[in-house]
């Protein structure tokens, strides 16, 4: 079976065999009392990768933004949610509501917008916290990043990004969105640059955990009030070792698997637009196939998998969509049979 729905972009898998051996997998211990082995090195190693001053691990995004929208709540902030963002931020920041911070959305990508709302809260004594995701798969490209980060330094807040997606593809050596959009910024208040960064690294980078990078100061602060810190258990010695064989790959081969996947990428949509079949996702390798409303989405599904090719089926007759995840380990031939099934299978079933 080709396998078109696993978000592991670069094939960076870890073995056991692969990593070096650990004693145990965790201490027994919070991350507040003592770090699992590894884990200072790993978030040095990321905060220069990810062009911040400081980072730390956490277990999950959701365990992150849970604690540090809880903790940003106890300013006076009003939450301004980018309509693209990613779910799991979205959850967390359900404790900066709970906590009687107001929260609106505006459109995907609308800085002028953002500016309006800014403009408006300031003007009733609340700081802006700016939630946007670096990349939103299936768009063609990614938010005006840098407006929102001067947008929020101008109005005295930050901008919180979700850069799961970017981690390891995009930006210098796969550094993501600071790097790529230039958002290291000077000393803006004493909490250092108003641009704080959450990523997971199991897609490109393969490994169960989380990062949270930002200033310094602001990482200091998050350490000494983070609850998820004292209260639940750090990433496993096993993780934070994916993660450290993730950062050697990447130091030593990251470009080349880039521009592999760059080259599938390309070799998808081009074999698409041959076909007359509409695409979406830009030069990302999470690519969107829309469905007109008379297409029948399982049975293509179905229809594809008896031909070998895994893809995922999203939205409802009318939004239906099939998605194809692009690794750098597929082949060409992978790609041309993959648009040979699709191209064959939408026509039979047109």
């Keep these: 079976m080709l396998d078109f729905t696993s978000a592991l972009y670069l094939d960076m898998r870890h073995p056991s065999a692969a990593m070096e051996p650990w004693a145990s997998l965790t201490l027994g211990k919070p991350a507040a009392l003592e770090q699992p082995p590894g884990a200072a090195g790993v978030a040095r190693e990321l905060a220069v990768l990810l062009g911040c001053e400081a980072a730390l691990l956490l277990p999950s995004t959701l365990h992150l933004y849970w604690d540090l929208f809880a903790m940003l709540a106890g300013e006076a902030v009003a939450l301004l949610i980018d309509g693209g ?37 300031r003007a009733q004594g609340r700081r802006p916290l700016v939630l946007a995701d670096g990349y939103s798969p299936g768009s063609e490209h990614p938010p005006p990043l840098s407006d929102y980060a001067d947008i929020a330094a101008r109005g005295g807040g930050w901008l919180v990004l979700d850069d799961t997606q970017p981690l390891g593809l995009l930006g210098r050596q796969g550094g993501g969105s600071v790097p790529l959009h230039g958002l290291a910024r000077p000393q803006q208040s004493r909490y250092g640059t108003p641009v704080l960064v959450g990523a997971s690294l199991a897609k490109a980078f393969g490994a169960p955990l989380a990062v949270l990078a930002g200033s310094a100061a602001m990482l200091g602060r998050f350490e000494e009030r983070s609850l998820v810190r004292i209260h639940a258990s750090p990433p496993s010695v096993a993780a934070i070792a994916a993660a450290r064989r993730a950062l050697r790959i990447n130091a030593a081969c990251g470009g080349a698997l880039r521009q592999a996947l760059r080259r599938r990428v390309q070799q998808f949509r081009a074999g698409l637009a041959a076909a007359g079949i509409a695409c979406c996702g830009g030069m990302f390798p999470v690519q969107v196939v829309p469905l007109a409303p008379e297409t029948n989405g399982p049975a293509l599904l179905a229809a594809l998998r008896s031909d070998g090719v895994l893809a995922l089926l999203q939205g409802h007759r009318g939004t239906a969509r099939l998605t194809f995840l692009l690794r750098a380990g597929h082949s060409a031939h992978d790609v041309a049979r993959a648009v040979a099934a699709l191209e064959h299978h939408m026509k039979e079933l047109a």
């Design 85 to 121: 963002a990613y779910p799991i931020a979205r959850w967390g920041a359900q404790q900066a509501l709970s906590r009687g911070a107001p929260v609106q959305v505006f459109r995907h990508g609308d800085a002028a917008g953002l500016a309006r709302l800014v403009r408006r809260w």
